[in-house]
């Protein structure tokens, strides 16, 4: 009897121990896979925040095959609502002769910028426009629109880039905008695309004081931005790699959110194609 007591008790100390072990393997695991994919790095030019393409949340419904970078739809994280007044940037592959059908908005700056493919926009405005690489799709939802996105091509999947930001006035009357930038003038440059004070007609104009820039860097190449002191600068990687202020490296869709900056260099070893947005910190 004392021996069956003495095994039950020896039973109870190693399940306590493996019990143990499993939850500190779990909290190892889980701490080294947060380490990898979000990563912070502090200098005297500032903080970088760099989200790994894997850190964000994927979603494949067929038709569908989204990132998101921030909380959207069934995706929420309280931790990563928005970064400044960018509060959406969804990376979508919508396949031939499908896509999101009419839907309404309200108080939202919407842009979509397609990578490869094509992307056909209409909303309760009367508005109709096809848009490739080269060219910018801008709503300005305001008091509420109805609009649709689909891939008008039979045989081509359509990648794009969407991106929602708070607008910086509200009760605004919606108001849709297609406008074509010079793709050449991105080599080695950054490109504004998207602005609040437009200067030319192949920049959009957006209700809300930010720019969006596109660049192609070519292989051992760099470019320099500059911004006044409290403001943010947010990078995604688009294609190649992307070194930042000589330390942060950044993969094909990796993103870096960044503070207390008001120089940056971006410099690539492979060639880079890439995004950058200048917003205030505040939405």
């Known amino acids: ?71 959207f739809g069934e995706y929420y994280d309280p931790n990563n609502i928005q970064f400044g007044p960018l509060r959406v940037l969804n990376d979508d592959f919508v396949a031939p002769l499908a896509g999101f059908g009419a839907h309404p908005h309200r108080e939202m700056e919407i842009v979509s910028i397609v990578l490869k493919g094509y992307l056909q926009h209409e909303d309760s405005t009367g508005h109709k426009a096809v848009t490739t690489f080269g060219g910018v799709q801008r709503m300005s939802a305001g008091t509420g629109i109805v609009h649709s996105e689909v891939n008008p091509s039979a045989t081509e999947e359509v990648n794009f880039l969407q991106l929602w930001f708070l607008p910086e006035q509200y009760g605004l009357p919606p108001s849709y905008e297609r406008t074509e930038f010079p793709v050449d003038k991105m080599k080695n440059a950054l490109l504004p695309i998207v602005t609040k004070h437009p200067s030319s007609p192949g920049i959009a104009h957006i209700h809300q004081d930010l720019t969006i820039y596109l660049s192609d860097l070519e292989a051992g190449h760099e470019v320099t931005f500059t911004q006044p002191e409290g403001r943010n600068i947010f990078v995604f990687v688009i294609e190649g790699d992307l070194t930042l202020n000589g330390e942060a490296h950044l993969e094909r869709r990796d993103a870096a959110r960044i503070t207390e900056t008001p120089v940056l260099r971006l410099a690539t070893n492979k060639g880079s194609r890439l995004m950058l947005i200048d917003l205030p910190k505040e939405g």
């Open 1 to 71: 009897m004392k021996s069956i007591r003495r095994w039950g008790r020896i039973e109870a100390c190693l399940f306590q121990s493996l019990t143990g072990l499993f939850f500190f393997l779990y909290n190892y695991l889980e701490f080294e896979i947060f380490k990898k994919t979000t990563i912070y790095l502090r200098s005297e030019e500032g903080m970088i925040r760099i989200d790994r393409a894997s850190s964000r949340y994927h979603a494949d419904y067929g038709w569908l095959k989204t990132y998101h970078s921030f909380s």
